[in-house]
């Protein structure tokens, strides 16, 4: 959970691999280096604690080169510190290494053939680029051979690396598994990075890298040979995306950015998906793959889950087939019985997430039929399933996904109108998604607007507690658990999000004086139900909020949502819920982009 860079063949290296890093930080962002050779004889590393800007900080004019590396960390082997940073050097400081995720037997492999080398660091990548060393030294192997040596003997779930020889300074190396890592050809040189946001700026065509290859790039040529030696010739894919939309503009966080964006994505998507009468326009065969399952599998992992738990409710709803949704990383190791004739949807913002990527590996294996939903063209779970529909919502940067949420529910609900419509269901039939989603996206839209009344709110409720409950039942149930994510991420109040209903059977013991209880109330049938259950809370004490659907609303409800269908509240209601949790770390002073511990790709188990 790393990012990468590398450049080859451009006086600008050292802009560029910065630059580069600062889109990475998404995936890591507790320490950072860089590594350029002029090809004169020149060459510097630079590393820090910290964010990027320390690293920009620490990088003073004389350091410059054409060919280089770059990383930015989330560590996984050993604390952070600078010695941990990347790139890693062989003693004798002719091999830089970046590393992204982990190696499983690195202790046996330094205790197997390092027992006599000095160590800096306690990461598994210095055992890699001192193994690289060790075999050039001693089998007289080049750079190339050292590497693939090295690779054979290494186990792990995923990983992905960049290596710089100094005696071929003008030479990237790379190879990965599992892990993302594109290929960027530019007009006389090369670029390397984790994700293609990286180097928008340089070029908008990219290489894509299969497991087990080796690629060696220099400014004028990449060499692809796949795992049995053989040179792969393989075409670049365009990235059709503006370097503009990484950038956050005039606001003061991505996060505020990401959410004001969300009206947009529904209409996006409704272009995108929707004729111009609303019917669906999915492809024939994911269709007819999925009326032939007998149970949908949702996977998925955090707010991909949460968005999972809605589309069940829609799945059952508009198609009548039993969906069941699972946490991925359980699901990995813990399978549940199946069905006779499964059929998997993976929910993944990033399309890289490594516990849901484990599921789809079992899956494939399995020969189930699979979608995958997701953000990004491209990417692993998107290559690995049979299908894939992309959710168009454009970058995602904030650490805490919020448009990203709302897209896969609302791709849920064409998907699912789509599927029932293809199984004749009068509830599909009956459902005007196209102005479903008009009206959502106008709903966002007068959300949005009211910012000043949920900073209130959040002042009011949560900057003062270290704890909150969300609670509602059915999907409001689903919403609460998603509320409490994301108000836990970036602003670190405990929070619950809880089935209103089952608080008494023990939880409403933490209810005390002035804890903020935030009920969603958007259901017909079980509104009454959430009210009560409200009223429990407020009899030991609770300060209570409601976010209340507007034909449900009565006198003294706190938040009003325009009435959408109920399948559909989902979208309104958790937009406060995005604004109270970045309200409550804005102010508290906190980074809402990059809360402490967490990173926007999960590329580990
Ligand atoms: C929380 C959040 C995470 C992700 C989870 C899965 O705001 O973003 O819970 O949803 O790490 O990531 P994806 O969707 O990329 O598979």
Same mark, same amino acid.
């Given at each position: ?117 000095? #160590?800096?660091?306690?990461? @598994?990548? *210095? =055992? !890699?680029?001192?193994?690289? &060393? %060790?075999? $050039? /030294?001693? +089998? ?65 065509? #990219?290489?894509?890298?299969? @497991?087990? *290859? =080796? !690629?060696?790039?220099?400014? &004028? %040529?990449? $060499? /692809?040979? +796949? ?379």
């Amino acid at each position: 959970m790393c990012g990468i860079v590398g450049v080859t063949g451009n006086d600008n290296a050292v802009k560029i691999l910065l630059n580069g890093l600062e889109k990475l930080e998404y995936r890591g962002y507790d320490s950072a280096g860089i590594y350029v050779n002029d090809q004169k004889g020149q060459d510097y590393l630079v590393k820090t604690k910290g964010r990027i800007s320390e690293l920009r900080s620490k990088v003073t004019p004389d350091v410059h080169g054409s060919t280089g590396i770059g990383h930015t960390r989330w560590a996984t082997h050993g604390v952070v510190s600078v010695a941990n940073a990347h790139p890693h050097f062989s003693n004798d400081d002719r091999f830089y290494l970046v590393h992204n995720g982990v190696i499983d037997n690195f202790q046996e492999l330094k205790a197997k053939y390092l027992s006599d080398v000095p #160590f800096r660091s306690q990461t @598994d990548t *210095e =055992v !890699v680029v001192q193994l690289i &060393d %060790k075999f $050039a /030294i001693e +089998d007289n192997l080049d750079a190339k051979a050292a590497f693939l040596k090295t690779l054979s003997l290494l186990k792990g779930s995923s990983y992905a690396f960049l290596m710089m020889d100094r005696e071929q300074p003008d030479t990237l190396f790379v190879a990965k598994n599992k892990s993302p890592l594109l290929i960027g050809v530019g007009d006389g040189f090369n670029v390397v990075c984790s994700d293609a946001l990286a180097m928008l700026k340089e070029t908008h065509n #990219f290489l894509e890298l299969m @497991d087990g *290859e =080796v !690629v060696t790039i220099t400014p &004028d %040529k990449v $060499a /692809i040979q +796949d795992a049995d030696g053989n040179a792969v010739e393989r075409k670049p894919f365009h990235v059709d995306m503006n370097a503009d939309e990484t950038d956050k503009g005039t606001y003061p966080f991505y996060m505020l950015k990401e959410v004001d964006e969300q009206p947009n994505v529904m209409r996006k998507l409704a272009q995108t998906y929707l004729s111009e009468h609303g019917e669906p326009q999915i492809d024939d065969k994911l269709i007819a793959a999925m009326e032939a399952a007998d149970r949908l599998y949702i996977v998925g992992a955090g707010t991909s889950y949460h968005a999972g738990l809605v589309g069940k409710r829609l799945f059952e709803n508009l198609a009548h087939i039993p969906t069941e949704v699972h946490v991925s990383s359980e699901f990995a190791y813990e399978q549940p019985m199946l069905s006779k004739k499964p059929f998997f949807i993976f929910l993944t913002q990033s399309g890289e997430t490594a516990d849901s990527r484990e599921v789809l590996v079992n899956v494939n294996d399995a020969g189930y039929p699979s979608l995958t939903i997701t953000n990004v063209q491209n990417s692993t779970l998107s290559r690995e399933a049979t299908y894939t529909l992309l959710l168009h919502a454009g970058p995602e940067i904030a650490v805490a996904s919020t448009k990203a949420y709302t897209a896969q529910i609302a791709l849920e609900a064409i998907l699912a109108k789509a599927l029932g419509e293809a199984t004749g269901q009068i509830v599909a039939q009956n459902f005007n998604i196209r102005q479903q989603l008009g009206l959502v996206a106008t709903g966002m839209q007068a959300i949005v607007d009211e910012k000043d009344t949920l900073e209130q709110l959040s002042n009011d409720y949560l900057m003062k507690s270290n704890k909150a409950f969300y609670i509602g039942r059915g999907i409001d149930h689903a919403v609460s658990l998603e509320a409490a994510l994301k108000l836990k991420e970036i602003s670190y109040v405990q929070a619950e999000g809880f089935a209103s209903g089952e608080l008494k059977h023990g939880t409403i013991a933490l209810i005390e004086k002035g804890t903020p209880v935030i009920g969603f109330i958007t259901q017909a049938k079980t509104a009454g139900l959430t009210r009560s259950n409200l009223q429990e809370t407020m009899a030991r004490g609770a300060k209570t909020l409601t976010i209340v659907r507007e034909s449900l609303a009565i006198e003294g409800d706190n938040l009003i949502l325009p009435d959408v269908d109920e399948m559909l509240m989902p979208l309104l209601s958790v937009v406060p819920a995005q604004l109270l949790a970045y309200y409550t770390s804005l102010n508290k002073g906190l980074d809402v982009d990059k809360p402490r511990n967490l990173a926007k790709s999960v590329t580990v188990e």
